[in-house]
């Protein structure tokens, strides 16, 4: 379900640090119940003279866009709070870098129109999806 | 209307595959009466350094992100069928492929804030809609 | 907010181009309040193997993606005025292609889901929406 696209300039991450930034992101999500593989993960180095903020080309830019799926915030305080748990799980990968734009937004869509494997996921906090996040893979139930 | 983007792990698919799969995709809008030219498909290749499922780089993976717009689901009833329906578009395609991790989602948004070469689309089954997918153009109306 | 992405098959931008287009849109933003450095463009070059219209790879073809995060449409008639505003942003850089298919469409999402440089955007029309704007910078308040 969640999908992070994150666009970035060259030199932010070594092949390390977006390792360890998709692992913390999926802890994230492993917390509040989901099964590690719902997170998936997308990198995308962006060159300065494809990356404009403002209408002019950055050398230090991380733009993440987060589709969530499988959770969907019933009202604008708890859009907030997620908005605040997303921070926590970027600002520590990205505050030591000098004079760098980042940004992020959400998108929420239908879990009706998802599948993974071509199976649809079971219902939010369903014994089968305890059953998925405890086996770490996508079964039939 | 729709777009297609198609995040894959090198290997997944060559030329003639994704022409096949570009192909394949729009014969089932166009069997629903959308103009051929309406589907758009991206295909991004993605390294396993940057292509992460539950934290870790997979060396298999495709991730498909599909906006509707033309067409919008009234219900949930509608949306699963919609699932089952691209899902059956994929599969003869993916399920060749052992351990591979491929999911999709769909985001549907307003046909009001679409345009094709500057102009506005036909409304969903007019008989304007019908000469674009005759003529396969988009041409004033 | 507005996240612009740009996906073209080569030739059709050049550098210049590139910056003189993000350029133009971050103009249009502005002039109707929004900080510059809301708007983030991101080009995208995608080969004509990978770009898919109709089934068929193009050689000339421009397919943008807008997310609008800090306004939203309250209806049908202000949706259409945005899209013909768009669509007066793109054509002068893109009518003097021949034979191009260029295509856009907008999603609108939450700005209760959105944060630059950690920092929750101010609410729309502000006073310190309006400070953002004059400084061109992200900054508590």
Known sequence: MPLWTIHYTPGIFDEE??????ARITDHYEEVGLPRFYVVTLFHEVRPGDFYVGG???TAGVRVVIDHIARRNPDRESRRRTA?????????????IAGLHWEFHVDETSDDLWMINGIAPPPPGSDAEKLWAASNTATPY
Not at 17 to 22: D, G, P, Q, S, V
Not at 86 to 94: D, N, S, T
Request: proline share 9%.
């Open 17 to 22: 640090e977006k390792h360890r930034l998709a």
């Open 56 to 58: 002019e080309p950055v």
């Open 84 to 96: 605040r748990w997303i921070k926590r799980m970027l600002q520590p990968h990205l505050e030591r």
